[in-house]
C-alpha cells in the first residue's frame, strides 16, 4: 500500500526554500527526495498550518502537498502507512 511521508510542526522548517542543511550538520530535504521512492515512500506532506505559522515558504525543488487538519486526519485513516515528522 502507500506510504506516506507527514512533516508537521517544527519539522516543516526542512521544507524551506533557504533551508542549509549544512549549517545544521544535516542533509536538506531535497537531496534525499531521490532516495524516498526506495523506501517506497510515495507521497510528501505538510501541515498547512504548521507551515503558515512559521511563515515557511516551501522550496520549489521539492513537491509537497499542503493538509489542513480535516485532510490530515482523512490521510491517516485511508492510507496503510503514515510516517510523521515532528520536531
Sequence with gaps: GAVHLLHMDEAVGCLQVEHNGAAVAQKTLSKVLSA??????????????????????????????????TQQTQLIGESD???????
Aim: hydrophobic share 40%; charged share 15%.
Design 36 to 69: 524516498l521512492p526506495s523506501f517506497e515512500i510515495e507521497q510528501l506532506h505538510a501541515c498547512e498550518r504548521s507551515v503558515a505559522s512559521r511563515g515557511v515558504g516551501v522550496s520549489p525543488e521539492i513537491s509537497v502537498g499542503l493538509l489542513s487538519l
Design 81 to 87: 502507512i503514515v510516517i510523521g515528522g515532528q520536531s
